[in-house]
């Protein structure tokens, strides 16, 4: 059974840092790219960052240009998780967020809410 799980969220103040982690069971794993999303009500869902397999892929990273050098985007294959670095997190990066494994399968996400 597929299945991936998001957790790490919380309430953080300006300028803090929380780490997001998508762990996955149910496929192979290493096979597979994958993607941080986030959605605040009313708006369309965003691609935060990815990071694709090194094994059909080529290993790369790529970030939403909102986020980079802010967020890093992470994997431990042995692990079978995800990971999103977030560090300056600023209010407008409130919104829940969510893990997909090739944009074939989802989590239910976890909410991050940036506030003073």
């Known amino acids: 059974q597929v299945r991936l799980v998001e957790s790490g969220g919380g309430l953080v103040q300006p300028g803090g840092s929380l780490r997001l982690s998508c762990s996955a069971t149910g496929f192979v794993f290493d096979r597979f790219h994958f993607h941080w999303y986030r959605q605040s009500p009313g708006t369309q869902r965003e691609l935060v960052a990815s990071?694709?397999?090194?094994?059909?892929?080529?290993?790369?990273?790529e970030y939403v240009d909102s986020v980079r050098g802010r967020f890093t985007i992470d994997r431990d294959d042995a692990k079978r998780t995800v990971y999103l670095q977030m560090g300056s997190l600023k209010p407008e990066d409130t919104a829940r967020y969510y893990c997909?494994?090739?944009?074939?399968?989802w989590g239910q996400g976890t909410q991050v809410t940036v506030s003073s």
């Open positions: 990071i694709y397999s090194s094994v059909t892929g080529d290993g790369n990273r």
């Open positions: 997909s494994a090739d944009h074939k399968w």
